[in-house]
């Protein structure tokens, strides 16, 4: 048994208009935010037409009305063109943030090479270290050692030349001596 009780079209009359005038509200709250240069998000415009954010939820093509020209530039009052739109700030925020980071690693470079300056000069002043002609006398002691080799290759050839020498004296020795033995 159904029984149709005449109140309740006229309620759901009465709910479909309530719908239709808020959605009336929002779209003009939109037109009028876009027209004057505010905010547009699901919060300011659901603020601006006097309705719950849940009635935009409710209502995609509204919700996607509110998305879409929250990405759009906004202008500044009076059509004199765009101000600064979304992406252009998320875009110089990202630029930022690179920029950011590179100073960071830089400042990080800098850092480090203050601290081996510092800890070299230190080091030095403290006497621990080497003198600051290490490089120097690294070379001198180079070409002293080179010295000494070749000054001990020339004693060797010299106490060659001496050993014949000598070897040759005592064969001349020797051979005067056999002489003298065979002239008694």
Do not use: C
Request: glycine share 6%.
């Amino acid at each position: 048994m159904a029984t149709t009780d005449p109140a309740i079209p006229a309620m759901l009359n009465g709910r479909r208009a309530d719908t239709g005038r808020r959605r009336q509200r929002v779209l003009a709250a939109l037109a009028e935010a876009v027209k004057d240069g505010s905010e547009v998000s699901v919060a300011a415009i659901a603020r601006r037409a006097g309705v719950d954010r849940t009635f935009l939820y409710r209502h995609r093509d509204l919700l996607g009305q509110v998305h879409a020209q929250a990405a759009e530039p906004p202008t500044i009052p009076g059509n004199r063109g765009p101000v600064v739109s979304r992406a252009s700030l998320q875009a110089d925020l990202m630029a930022a943030d690179a920029r950011t980071a590179r100073l960071a690693a830089q400042v990080r470079r800098l850092e480090a090479r203050l601290s081996e300056v510092l800890g070299e000069q230190v080091w030095r002043e403290s006497g621990i270290g080497g003198p600051d002609d290490t490089e120097q006398l690294q070379a001198r002691i180079t070409t002293l050692e080179q010295q000494v080799v070749d000054l001990e290759l020339k004693l060797q050839d010299r106490d060659d030349d001496l050993a014949a020498a000598r070897a040759a004296n005592r064969e001349l020795m020797a051979q005067l001596n056999r002489g003298r033995d065979l002239d008694r």
